[in-house]
């Protein structure tokens, strides 16, 4: 009976193809809708997700402010090497800890200038931010011991300065300052404060920066690798209690430095693009409501025009819960074949979009199987009212229907 109602409704869409592609419309935007805003901002999310995974997962970032003793008077009060050494010492749940110093110059190669940033780091910094070497080497723990004039240079300035050739080996003048290169970065694209261009950097070991650019011995700010097993709201709560009391804080001071979550930004921006993107597929899935609507008047339509092919069948002998089948049926697989034509566009559309905002791709199966199965529900709840109506006729008053 099943088969032969599938039958039957595949011809009358058959018969019907044009009004059949309207009546379906809504329930084709609707999935598409739907599917393509999950999609998109699943993709954001995903890239968001990666930006910050790429300053390093579970990490923190200590940076000196104005506040404390002389808040909005005094610059900010830089870190020294002695507090890197007391919160490796003392700070239990951490993997590593890294000073680092920044300064703006112009990197110089076969007469070609560029204006980038020398960070000055370790081995520990460049493992602590996830920095991948593309090419050639890190710092060995002579050349920051000693503070030697060596670099690794970041995507941004091997294209700028080195754009056909290897830059490895070469030599490179930063300020008055000439360093070979021993490594290139791998790429790491935009991320960072204000989306900062990650690759238009130089590295070099942190004492070089401090000696031979700064002239000080300032830790501008340290970065911070948390053990995954250690809670790094605790890590950092120690962090905090430890920094007061080497910088002299009393207990009614504001602090004048500022710890920052990686994780904590990572789990907060993930929660609220998934609460914006269930916000704005539950404001698509309007059209499927409207889609549904337009299911229920077609197929009111419908049982009227066939009345007297409905009085045939239940004069014939057919029960009614056969007719209430047929019809059913008929909405199950419009709607089905509007949410299958809408997964196939909306893979389209996000397929499009993720490219052109340059965000992950990501496709879920279970969205999409979840979609063609809302579509098919969607189907037995507004082809129900116009089934039972079929189901209901009178047999001698339906054929003598005009």
């Not at 789990?267 to 609507?293: C, P």
Request: one cysteine or more; proline letters at 3%.
């Amino acid at each position: 009976m099943l088969g032969a109602s599938l039958l039957l409704a595949l011809r009358e869409i058959r018969r019907h193809l044009l009004r059949s592609i309207l009546t379906v419309l809504g329930i084709v935007i609707g999935v598409a809708a739907v599917i393509t805003m999950v999609t998109v901002g699943r993709g954001v999310t995903a890239s968001v997700q990666s930006q910050i995974a790429s300053l390093g997962a579970n990490t923190l970032i200590v940076i000196p402010n104005a506040g404390g003793r002389q808040a909005g008077s005094a610059p900010p009060r830089a870190f020294t090497e002695q507090d890197v050494a007391v919160i490796r010492e003392q700070i239990g749940g951490i993997k590593a800890v890294s000073g680092q110093a920044n300064s703006s110059a112009t990197a110089t190669a076969d007469g070609i200038n560029w204006q980038t940033t020398v960070t000055g780091t370790t081995d520990d910094g460049i493992a602590i931010q996830a920095m991948v070497m593309a090419a050639g080497r890190t710092f060995t723990a002579d050349e920051e011991a000693a503070g030697k004039s060596v670099c690794i240079i970041g995507e941004t300035v091997r294209k700028n300065l080195f754009a056909n050739v290897d830059p490895l080996g070469r030599q490179l003048r930063i300020g008055k300052l000439s360093c070979p290169i021993i490594g290139q970065l791998k790429a790491r694209g935009q991320g960072g404060p204000g989306g900062n261009d990650q690759d238009d950097v130089v590295l070099m070991p942190l004492h070089t920066v401090q000696r031979n650019l700064l002239g000080t011995t300032d830790i501008h700010w340290m970065v911070i690798g948390v053990n995954p097993v250690y809670d790094n709201q605790i890590v950092s709560a120690d962090l905090e209690r430890l920094l007061r009391e080497r910088r002299h804080l009393a207990g009614g001071q504001s602090e004048d430095f500022r710890i920052i979550d990686l994780k904590q930004i990572s789990d907060t921006v993930s929660g609220t693009l998934a609460v914006m993107t269930a916000l704005v597929a539950a404001i698509a899935s309007i059209s499927l409501i409207v889609g549904g609507i337009g299911i229920v008047n077609i197929m009111l339509v419908s049982v009227t025009e066939r009345t007297r092919e409905i009085g045939i069948r239940l004069a014939i002998g057919a029960l009614a819960r056969e007719v209430r089948l047929q019809f059913l049926t008929e909405a199950v697989v419009l709607c089905s074949l509007g949410g299958a034509i809408g997964i196939g566009l909306s893979f389209g559309l996000s397929l499009m979009l993720t490219r052109l905002m340059e965000v992950d791709f990501v496709f879920d199966p279970l969205v999409n199987l979840g979609s063609l199965l809302f579509s098919s529900i969607l189907g037995i709840v507004f082809g129900y009212v116009p089934a039972q109506r079929a189901a209901a006729l009178n047999p001698i008053d339906a054929l003598r229907h005009e």
